[in-house]
């Protein structure tokens, strides 16, 4: 196996055997996910990051993915009712998530509508970028927000009741500030 990746010479480094040098030699060049910085590098709950990372890969079973497997009879969004319910829907067209997400964004001062979820997923990658606590706050809002919407469609869906975008919102800043560090929760304070 070392000699079929190019021998020794290649996945040593500095005298010493490196597993990262071998293991790119084996599997070649490999796509960076423009979108890791949401799920690893953020402090939001491990349950809010799984599902943030399922609705970015477009898996959440959402209620237009049940209608092709004929699971269900129809796909109108639980929450508001109006529209077709798919993930660009769900997360942030539908009036429900719009409305927490737009708190959450005026809250860090950030002047700006909410889009669609391609245009916050790429406005977010951006974000995820940046440095500063209000930044890492952002990264952290935008997964359990994800989350919390996605636990009141469960809720809408299974029990026919769901809670307010404002009560939600307030679960959402507590799981937010619960993780977040002393300067980060001054952040929320303002």
């Known amino acids: 196996m070392i000699d079929d990746a190019g021998g020794w010479s290649v996945v040593y480094k500095t005298s010493s055997y490196s597993i ?3 293991y790119q030699r084996l599997l070649g060049p490999y796509e960076k996910f423009r979108w890791r910085r ?29 209608l092709r497997w004929k699971v269900v009879d129809s796909n109108i ?24 997400w737009s708190y959450v964004l005026r809250s860090l001062q950030f002047t700006r509508t909410v889009g669609k979820f391609d245009y916050e997923m790429t406005w977010m990658m951006k974000a995820a970028k940046r440095t500063g606590d209000r930044f890492k706050l952002l990264i952290t809002y935008f997964d359990e927000c994800i989350y919390g919407v996605w636990l009141q ?6 029990t026919g009741s769901c809670r307010s975008p404002h009560e939600m919102l307030k679960d ?10 002393d300067s980060q929760q001054q952040l929320l304070l303002d």
């Open 38 to 66: 949401l799920i690893w590098q953020n402090k939001a709950s491990p349950k809010s990051l799984f599902i943030a990372w399922v609705a970015i890969w477009g898996r959440l079973p959402t209620l237009d993915r049940l």
């Open 153 to 158: 469609r469960n809720a809408k869906v299974f």
């Open 172 to 181: 959402i800043k507590f799981r937010v500030a619960c993780r977040a560090t």
């Open 20 to 22: 990262k040098a071998m």
């Open 77 to 100: 969004c639980p929450l508001c009712s109006n529209q077709p319910e798919s993930i660009q829907h769900l997360f942030f067209e539908c009036g429900y998530s719009a409305a927490i």
